[in-house]
């Protein structure tokens, strides 16, 4: 599994447009093969800022995924950039449930 992880900041009065403008590329990237959760969301404490959390079954699925991603440059979305951007990938080598 890999998981994909970070955050963006952006002006808080173009935070809601910036997740608006995001839905479809979401829809769009939970459709994938091996696509196990793509979220976007408002961070509750910090109004600059948007969480990003994603898991993949496999890299390759990760790789066609940004792959498919640079040749449509609509699925990047619309609305306000973000002003930073911090995003890591995560390589898990095993899962558990929390006791």
Known sequence: ??????WMELDPDKR???LAGRIE?????????GCLEYTMSADPVDPRRVVLFERWARQEDLDAHLAAMRS??????????P?????????VTGER???
Do not use: D, N
């Not at 590329?25 to 093969?33: F, K, L």
């Not at 449509?72 to 950039?81: D, E, I, L, N, V």
């Not at 002003?83 to 390589?91: G, R």
């Open 1 to 6: 599994m890999v998981i994909v992880a970070g």
């Open 16 to 18: 809601e447009a910036f």
């Open 25 to 33: 590329g979401m829809r769009t990237s939970r459709a994938e093969p």
């Open 72 to 81: 449509r440059p609509a699925s990047q979305g619309t609305g306000p950039a």
């Open 83 to 91: 002003a930073k951007v911090s995003i890591m990938v995560y390589e």
């Open 97 to 99: 449930p929390l006791r």
